[in-house]
Structure formats: structure tokens, C-alpha cells
């Protein structure tokens, strides 16, 4: 099948011989984002590009991130007209709250529930500029992925022959399958899928008790095999990401 624009990034990640090919695009696109928002282009600089991040904000794990990219000024410039969002957002919180006026039965249940300063803050830490555009993103290379595995036997050959995905992807990838698949080629995927994914989690797993028995003085002089990064790729096959990855920092 000749490859189009939009399925060149899946087809890269694919080709690279990941853990999981969606941890390889979940990493490109989130630094892609982090270069839109604070990098060369000074997109922080846009009036309707700072509109929306101060309308949506960002979430712990992306301002730990941004803080880590290194841009002083775009960072500053991001903050200072989100402050004055998210002040004016709580004077107005502020002004309609009243204090409830619970019975003793509301006072043994979980007060923040029925909280509206509470609902609030949590509305605010569930929103993040970065996270929404990713999870558009991943929503299209998911959509990629089962155009692919409907009509390219060779990128279904190369995901059979893979390493298979990380669990956290792979339950999106089954909740993608029910709603993507007929209920014949679902049979052919699950099957496929609970294969590449037992006999990869066993090649993890005797990787990282190989790494154990390296330990053993006996095992001092005996090759590594491959688990010389067992750790890391064990981590990532359970939960996704990079734990080896160091910060993605701007670039000067």
C-alpha cells in the first residue's frame, strides 16, 4: 500500500522497533507541542495562541515539563496572563458561594463532593492546553492504526512480528477494536493482539529476571543478554512512556 502523509508518523513508529509504537508517538507529539508552545516560534507571543492556554491552563505533569524545556520568558509570559484569568475566574467563584448548610448525614460524606469552590479547582486541574491537543492527536493515529490493519498487510505484518504495545495503549487499542472492527475481523485482531502481547510480556519478564540472576556472583562472567535495559522496558511495557528519558529541553 502506498503510504499517504498521514500514516507516515504510525509507519515510522512502527519501523522503530519500540516497546510500543504509540509510547514512540505519544513522545514525538508531546514535544512537538512543547516546541509549539514555548519554543523558536514564540507562539506564546500570539494573542489568540495565549487566549486558549490561558483559557485551558495546564496540568501538574506539563508545567513540570515546561519548567524543564528551559524558556524563561515564554514560561513567564504564559503565567502572567493565565494568573489573570484564573483570578478573575475565582473573584467570580468567590461572589456566588455561599457556605452549605449541611445536616449531620451530609457531614459524613465527602464534603469537597458538593463543594462548588472545590469543583471548580478541580475543573481547573483536569484542564490542560497540552493534554487536549495530544488526545486529539491520538485520537486520529488510533483511527490510523485500524485504517492500516483494515488495508496494508504489510503494516499488519510488521505489528504481528513486533514487540507488541505497552498495556496502557494496548487497552485503548481493545476499546478502539469494539467500536472499529466487524465482529469477524474482531475474532482475527483479538486473537492476533493476545498472542504478540503474552509471548512479549514473557520476553520482559525473562529479561528482567535475567537481570537479577546477573546479579549472582555465579552469573558475573555470563553475557547480559538482553538485559542490560530490562528495567526501563519493563516499566514502560506495564505503564507506558520513557522512565529512561531525561527532559526534553529547548533547543538553542
Not at 67 to 78: E, K, R, S
Request: aromatic share 14%; charged share 30%.
Amino acid at each position: 500500500m502506498k503510504e499517504q502523509l498521514y500514516t507516515i508518523p504510525l509507519n515510522d513508529a512502527v519501523n522503530a522497533g519500540d516497546e510500543c509504537p504509540f509510547c514512540f508517538i505519544e513522545r514525538s507529539v508531546e514535544q512537538d507541542l512543547l516546541d509549539f508552545v514555548l519554543g523558536s516560534g514564540s507562539s506564546y507571543m500570539e494573542a489568540d495562541i495565549r487566549e486558549m492556554t490561558d483559557k485551558a491552563g495546564f496540568c501538574r505533569q506539563h508545567f513540570q515539563k515546561m519548567f524543564d524545556y528551559g524558556n524563561t520568558l515564554g514560561n513567564a509570559w504564559i503565567l502572567k496572563t493565565h494568573y489573570q484569568k484564573v483570578i478573575g475566574e475565582m473573584k467570580k467563584e468567590f461572589a456566588r458561594f455561599k457556605p452549605a448548610k449541611a445536616s449531620l448525614k451530609d457531614k459524613l460524606k465527602k464534603a469537597a463532593e458538593s463543594n462548588p469552590i472545590a469543583a471548580w479547582v478541580r475543573e481547573k486541574e483536569s484542564s490542560c492546553y497540552i493534554c487536549q491537543h495530544f488526545a486529539d492527536t491520538y485520537a486520529r493515529y488510533m483511527d490510523t492504526f485500524f485504517y492500516l490493519w483494515n488495508q496494508d498487510e504489510a503494516f499488519c505484518r510488521k505489528i504481528k512480528e513486533g514487540k507488541g504495545f505497552c498495556l496502557h495503549h494496548f487497552g485503548d487499542l481493545c476499546q478502539a477494536a469494539d467500536a472499529k472492527l466487524s465482529n469477524k475481523a474482531k475474532e482475527e485482531f483479538y486473537s492476533t493482539m493476545f498472542s504478540l502481547m503474552e509471548s512479549n510480556m514473557n520476553r520482559l519478564s525473562e529479561d528482567v529476571a535475567w537481570m537479577v540472576e546477573k546479579f549472582d556472583y555465579r552469573n558475573k562472567d555470563a553475557d547480559w543478554k538482553n538485559s542490560k535495559d530490562a528495567i526501563q522496558r519493563g516499566m514502560q511495557k506495564l505503564k507506558g512512556g520513557y522512565p529512561a528519558d531525561g527532559p526534553y529541553t529547548m533547543s538553542k
